[in-house]
């Protein structure tokens, strides 16, 4: 069973801060992984990529991928109320050229004014 | 921007009864997918679907459930009898051929189970 895990919170995060969140994974053969926003009673939104060892950034977000360590994250530089949602974490694995997402239970951030 | 859509936005049935839910994926995406999150539950996989045929099921896709493609836009899942449990928003999504690309999600269908 390939499992992806993250700290499921409260995250609170004063606005103007940096918001940090964490996910895990099980399978070492991973290659792809994505963050989600979803809001309440919404659908999850695509915001990151990442498939490489390191950091990328864009606007915003950053998403750092640790392989060695089965560590993902994503940072969120000048947390704004509009970021408050639950920030999912998915992890893309292949089975016999079948691939398919598995997702963590999400982390839920509130932004405080 | 193109998105998936999907109908309806909220279905309410009695147990037993047969549903179908409906997407329409992007138009030039070849892969598809239905996933569900039960309230306060993580979005669950389901069954992906390329080429006019399942590529993968989860355990959760029993006999019960079924896709189809039935025409070049469609992408349905029926649930044949429904039971209470199977309460829960189901979310179709897509992708483009690239293999590291992510899913486009859809609005989602409430299902509501009586």
């Not at chain 1, 990442?50 to 606007?59: L, R």
């Not at chain 1, 392989?67 to 089975?95: F, G, H, M, N, W």
């Not at chain 2, 047969?18 to 138009?27: N, Y």
């Amino acid at each position: 069973q390939k499992e992806v895990e993250q700290n499921s919170g409260p995250l609170s995060v004063p606005e103007g801060a940096i918001a940090s969140l964490n996910c895990t994974y099980s399978d070492r053969g991973s290659q792809s992984f994505f963050w989600y926003r979803q809001y309440s009673g919404k659908s999850p939104e695509l915001i990151m990529s990442i498939y490489s060892n390191g950091d990328k950034e864009d606007g915003r977000f950053t998403a750092q991928l640790n392989k060695a360590s089965q560590y993902v994250s994503l940072l969120i530089r000048d947390s704004q109320p509009s970021d408050s949602a639950t920030y999912l974490c998915a992890v893309k694995s292949e089975d016999f050229g079948n691939e398919k997402l598995t997702f963590g239970t999400g982390t839920r951030l509130t932004i405080i004014p | 921007e193109p998105e998936v859509t999907q109908t309806p936005s909220h279905q309410v049935t009695q147990m037993g009864q047969e549903v179908i839910l409906r997407c329409v994926p992007i138009s030039n995406h070849l892969y598809f997918y239905w996933y569900r999150q039960i309230l306060g539950q993580k979005v669950e996989f389901l069954v992906s679907f390329y080429n006019n045929e399942i590529s993968e099921k989860s355990e959760i896709f029993d006999d019960q459930f079924s896709v189809e493609r039935p025409d070049g836009s469609n992408f349905t899942l029926k649930i044949r009898s429904t039971k209470l449990e199977d309460s829960a928003m189901y979310f179709c999504a897509s992708r483009d051929t690239g293999r590291g690309e992510g899913y486009t999600f859809g609005s989602g269908t409430r299902l509501t189970v009586v």
